[in-house]
């Protein structure tokens, strides 16, 4: 599905590259759990893989399912995610107006059931800005759920979240993974989405190891 090599990153100023990567593969089926000290590069490790920070040594390469199949979907969920002006469906709306006209119809039948998922069916017509830090983490995970990406980054997606929120997040990866997404979920601490990961992922002194962890519990992965 990916695969990365020799991936370099340095910020200007600084003596010590942030990190050095030799090479490392993500199957689909495969949910890792970023693991990494504050400021071992993390975010900018997800921002790399979703394209917003531009690579500047090495490689990473996608993989379509199939030949002609599009490029895989990577949405990159923010811990404090930019949300648009204007009420939670306008947010939602905005979202399926940027999916192919074909997927369009699809979507729209899916945002009321995406709605009771996340808990927001009560908040549909209020301003986003408006919303509590989980009804906002929320939201911007039901627009990623919108976009029914290949791969979902999740930066801290459950930081300062209470366990209600948490579980509301929680259903809609699971959603998402059964539909044969593969996420990636940055985390300091272990919780309900850290539970999904079959695989560990830790930077530390400038590098990448990855281990396997326990089979996420009672999960049925559908390959992608
Ligand atoms: N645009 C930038 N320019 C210069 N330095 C940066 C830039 N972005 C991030 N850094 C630095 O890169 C390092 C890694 O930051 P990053 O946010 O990726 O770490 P992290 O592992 O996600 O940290 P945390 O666990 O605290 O969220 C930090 O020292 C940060 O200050």
């Known amino acids: 599905m990916l695969s990365i090599e020799r991936l370099h990153q340095s910020w200007p100023d600084q ?3 942030l990190f050095d990567i030799e090479h490392v593969s993500w199957s689909a089926g495969q949910h890792v759990w970023l693991q990494g000290a504050n400021g071992s590069g993390k975010t900018t490790f997800m921002r790399l ?10 490689r990473i390469d996608l993989f379509k399912k199939r030949s002609g199949a599009e490029e895989p979907r990577i949405c990159y969920l923010h811990q404090t995610p930019y949300l648009f ?8 709306q905005f979202v399926i107006r940027s999916l192919a006209s074909a997927q369009r119809p699809a979507a729209r039948v899916a945002l009321d059931l995406g709605l009771q998922l996340a808990g927001l069916e009560g908040l549909r ?15 911007a995970l039901l627009r990623a759920w919108l976009l029914q990406p290949d791969i979902l980054l999740l930066d801290e997606p459950a930081a300062n979240l209470d366990d209600d929120s948490v579980v509301l997040m929680h259903r809609l990866v699971t959603d998402l993974i059964e ?25 530390a002194s400038g590098t990448l190891t990855a281990s396997s962890l326990e089979a996420a519990a009672s999960l049925r992965c559908r390959p992608a």
Not at 85 to 92: C, H, I, K, P, Q
Not at 191 to 202: E, F, P, S
């Open 179 to 203: 539909k044969g997404a593969s996420i990636m979920v940055s985390s300091h601490q272990k919780n309900l989405l850290t539970k999904l990961c079959n695989t560990r992922w830790l930077i």
């Open 125 to 139: 017509h209020q301003d986003a800005v408006t919303l509590s830090g989980g009804e906002r983490q929320r939201l």
């Open 15 to 17: 003596a010590e590259a």
């Open 85 to 92: 002006a204007g009420s939670v469906e306008r947010n939602l």
């Open 49 to 58: 893989l979703s394209g917003l920070e531009p690579v500047q040594q090495g």
